[in-house]
């Protein structure tokens, strides 16, 4: 196992928030199970250790890659596994004009966090003190963000950690998770929102630039929501790993 993985330990939460009125982010219970998260995003070093490849637009080893689609991510998650001598966790059929990916969450590979999975890590878990940014209420301590960026990424681990201490949840790249985007239920007791497929995979984190004009401080809040296809390759999402305990 990555000598960067945290130990989160699971619990029931509060995920959305009801500062923002947006019926996609409302105020839900969800539960999530005991897991490894990864202290920082998967860096181009390690990216191009797997895969011999290097998409991202920024380079810098120790930089979080960027250009992956989601499906990039969940072969990347598989090809690790077996790297690391771990049972894959993805089913991946393909064909001419369509991909299905299924889960197992059984198994002791690397994966992408729920959206619920990253939003518990984001808050601070267990340890939460309630920050709207991942481990403080200021976003210039935690994240590269469009005021202080350059319009670029940077290397991982450079700004202040979480509760949990897991870097670059506000800023820096966003981040795929697992689950297609739908608005949320009004309650779930597991950490999987939304199986039904739709158009868009989500992402979350904030990134070190604004897409929208309308983007401001709340791009970056641990409760965003942001959907994209998934076969997007752009250069403001990247991906982390979690595994199951």
Not at 54 to 63: A, D
Not at 114 to 134: H, I, N, P, R, V
Request: with cysteine; proline share 4%; charged share 25%.
């Amino acid at each position: 196992m990555s000598d960067s993985m945290v130990l989160v330990e699971g619990g029931c939460f509060q995920m959305g928030d009801d500062r923002i009125l947006n019926e996609e982010i409302r105020v839900h219970q969800a539960e999530v199970p005991t897991f490894y998260m990864d202290a920082y995003p998967v860096t181009q070093k390690l990216y191009e250790s797997v895969t011999a490849k290097n998409p991202s637009f920024f380079k810098g080893e120790n930089n979080p890659v960027d250009g992956v689609s989601w499906y990039d991510a969940v072969r990347f998650c598989n090809e690790y596994s077996k790297k690391c001598n771990l049972d894959p966790v993805y089913d991946i059929a393909e064909s001419d004009d369509d991909i299905t990916v299924t889960c197992d969450f059984s198994k002791n590979g690397y994966r992408l966090p729920t959206e619920a999975e990253w939003e518990y890590c984001a808050k601070g878990g267990a340890k939460t003190e309630g920050y709207l940014y991942s481990g403080s209420n200021k976003i210039r301590e935690v994240g590269w963000f469009i005021n202080d960026s350059e319009d670029s990424t940077h290397p991982v681990g450079q700004k202040k950690a979480n509760e949990l201490g897991i870097y670059d949840m506000s800023g820096n790249i966003y981040e795929w998770c697992w689950d297609w985007f739908s608005p949320y239920k009004e309650i779930h007791d597991n950490h999987l929102l939304d199986a039904n497929r739709s158009a868009f995979k989500c992402a979350r984190g904030g990134c070190y630039k604004s897409i929208d004009k309308n983007d401001g401080p709340t791009d970056y809040y641990v409760f965003t929501r942001h959907s994209y296809p998934p076969n997007s390759w752009v250069k403001t999402i990247g991906f982390r790993l979690v595994r199951g305990k």
